[in-house]
T-cell receptor, first 116, second 112 residues
Framework: DAGVTQSPTHLIKTRGQQVTLRCSPKSGHDTVSWYQQALGQGPQFIFQYYEEEERQRGNFPDRFSGHQFPNYSSELNVNALLLGDSALYLC???????????????FGPGTRLTVL | QKEVEQDPGPLSVPEGAIVSLNCTYSNSAFQYFMWYRQYSRKGPELLMYTYSSGNKEDGRFTAQVDKSSKYISLFIRDSQPSDSATYLCATLTYQGAQKLVFGQGTRLTINP
C-alpha cells in the first residue's frame, strides 16, 4: 500500500499565477481533506471532499477550490497566488466515516509551494 | 483566541531525559485529542489519541488530558535521538465533516 501520495513535491510560482496540486488517497479511503501548513505553524484545515462534493470549508478565500474525482483522488487549485500562500500543502485521507478518531486521517508528504 | 495553543519551543534535551509537551484548548465541547509527530519534510503521523479525560500509555509515550483545566500533555520517557521531530497536538471537531484543529507544534531535539 503506497499510502497517501501527493504531486508535485515542490513548486515555485510567481504572484498572480494559478496552481493545481494533486492527491491520491490511501487504498480503501474515500474522503480527502486538504490542509495548509505555513512555516513554523500547525496545519490549518482548508476543506474536505467526500462523494465528489465539498463537505466543509475552513477559513480560506474562494481563491482556494478543489475537486474530487470518481476514483477518490483530489485536486487543490489556488488562483491569483499571493506571497502568503507559500506553505506546505498537506492532503489527508480517511476511510468511510465510522465516528471518532478510529476514522484516522492519514497524511501525505505534502507539496511545498513557494510564491515569489 | 486560538482553539488550540501550543508552546512552539524549540525544546532541546539530552538523550534519556523525560520530555513533557503541553497544549491548552478553548472549547470544553472537544472530546478527542491527538498527538501527531512530524519529521522534517514529511507529513504528520498519528502518535496517540485520547478520548475525554485520563491517561493513555503506549510504550515510552503517555498522553494525558485534563478537561477541568483544558490541558493536554504528552510525556516521552527515555527519549531517543530518533524522537527528534515536531510534535503537534490536535483536537477533532465535527461540523458536517471531521476536521482536525492543530496547535502550532513544538520542535523537539534529543541530543546524543
Amino acid at each position: 500500500d503506497a499510502g497517501v501520495t501527493q504531486s508535485p513535491t515542490h513548486l515555485i510560482k510567481t504572484r498572480g499565477q494559478q496552481v493545481t496540486l494533486r492527491c491520491s488517497p490511501k487504498s480503501g479511503h474515500d474522503t480527502v481533506s486538504w490542509y495548509q501548513q505555513a512555516l513554523g505553524q500547525g496545519p490549518q484545515f482548508i476543506f474536505q471532499y467526500y462523494e465528489e462534493e465539498e463537505r466543509q470549508r475552513g477559513n480560506f478565500p474562494d481563491r482556494f477550490s478543489g475537486h474530487q474525482f470518481p476514483n477518490y483522488s483530489s485536486e487543490l487549485n489556488v488562483n491569483a497566488l499571493l506571497l502568503g500562500d507559500s506553505a506546505l500543502y498537506l492532503c489527508a485521507s480517511s476511510a468511510p466515516l465510522a465516528g471518532g478518531p478510529s476514522n484516522e486521517q492519514f497524511f501525505g508528504p505534502g507539496t511545498r509551494l513557494t510564491v515569489l | 483566541q486560538k482553539e488550540v495553543e501550543q508552546d512552539p519551543g524549540p525544546l532541546s534535551v539530552p538523550e534519556g531525559a523525560i520530555v513533557s509537551l503541553n497544549c491548552t484548548y478553548s472549547n470544553s465541547a472537544f472530546q478527542y485529542f491527538m498527538w501527531y509527530r512530524q519529521y522534517s519534510r514529511k507529513g504528520p503521523e498519528l502518535l496517540m489519541y485520547t478520548y475525554s479525560s485520563g491517561n493513555k500509555e503506549d510504550g515510552r509515550f503517555t498522553a494525558q488530558v485534563d478537561k477541568s483545566s483544558k490541558y493536554i500533555s504528552l510525556f516521552i520517557r527515555d527519549s531517543q535521538p530518533s524522537d527528534s521531530a515536531t510534535y503537534l497536538c490536535a483536537t477533532l471537531t465535527y461540523q458536517g465533516a471531521q476536521k482536525l484543529v492543530f496547535g502550532q507544534g513544538t520542535r523537539l531535539t534529543i541530543n546524543p
